[in-house]
């Protein structure tokens, strides 16, 4: 029996409210991906520049990555991806405004079990990956947000002391 390949090509852009410098600190960090991408349940160094990933989105299928550093310098930060994808993952991070902008894009191939279902369920998984991204979105926003000006609390005022 042949065995079973699918390509996936993802392209998606975004803005941060961070200097280049800060979003690029944040994606070369891999070990720490987990503290702001839910998606990302586990990372462990493999040496300098490689790591492995464990990724789940929203379908019960934890992908087992093993990523190792192209580059990790501005203006693009990309790592090649081998284990259940292989291929290449790039974000080329630019000023704009008062923050940044990633260009995300990712290019793999998926075999195995993800390659067979992909030959039925390509709408179900990159729907899946879109989720995936969304996380990674909003988790890095909330990551690189501006912290709130110093001596002033975030959330309700407290309550005046009783008579």
């Given at each position: 029996?042949?065995?079973?390949?699918?390509?996936?090509?993802?392209?998606?852009?975004?803005?941060?409210?961070?200097?280049?410098?800060?979003?690029?600190?944040?994606?070369?960090?891999?070990?720490?991906?987990?503290?702001?991408?839910?998606?990302?349940?586990?990372?462990?160094?493999?040496?300098?520049?490689d790591a492995w990933v464990l990724c789940r989105?929203?379908?019960?299928?934890?992908?087992?990555?093993?990523?190792?550093?192209?580059?990790?310098?501005?203006?693009?930060?990309?790592?090649?991806?081998?284990?259940?994808?292989?291929?290449?993952?790039?974000?080329?991070?630019?000023?704009?405004?008062?923050?940044?902008?990633?260009?995300?894009?990712?290019?793999?191939?998926?075999?195995g079990a993800l390659g067979l279902a992909s030959?039925?369920?390509?709408?179900?998984?990159?729907?899946?990956?879109?989720?995936?991204?969304?996380?990674?979105?909003?988790?890095?926003?909330?990551?690189l947000a501006p912290a709130p000006p110093s001596?002033?609390?975030?959330?309700?005022?407290?309550?005046?002391?009783?008579?």
């Amino acid at each position: 029996m042949a065995r079973v390949r699918a390509a996936y090509s993802f392209r998606d852009s975004w803005t941060v409210d961070a200097a280049p410098a800060r979003v690029r600190d944040l994606v070369v960090d891999l070990e720490r991906y987990p503290r702001w991408w839910p998606q990302v349940v586990a990372v462990a160094s493999l040496g300098p520049d490689d790591a492995w990933v464990l990724c789940r989105s929203a379908l019960p299928y934890t992908l087992d990555l093993v990523l190792h550093a192209v580059t990790r310098e501005l203006p693009v930060l990309e790592v090649r991806v081998a284990g259940d994808l292989t291929g290449t993952v790039r974000f080329t991070v630019a000023a704009a405004g008062s923050g940044s902008r990633l260009d995300f894009a990712q290019r793999v191939e998926v075999g195995g079990a993800l390659g067979l279902a992909s030959t039925l369920g390509r709408p179900l998984l990159s729907w899946n990956h879109r989720r995936m991204m969304r996380g990674c979105r909003d988790g890095m926003r909330a990551a690189l947000a501006p912290a709130p000006p110093s001596g002033r609390q975030s959330g309700p005022a407290p309550a005046p002391p009783a008579p």
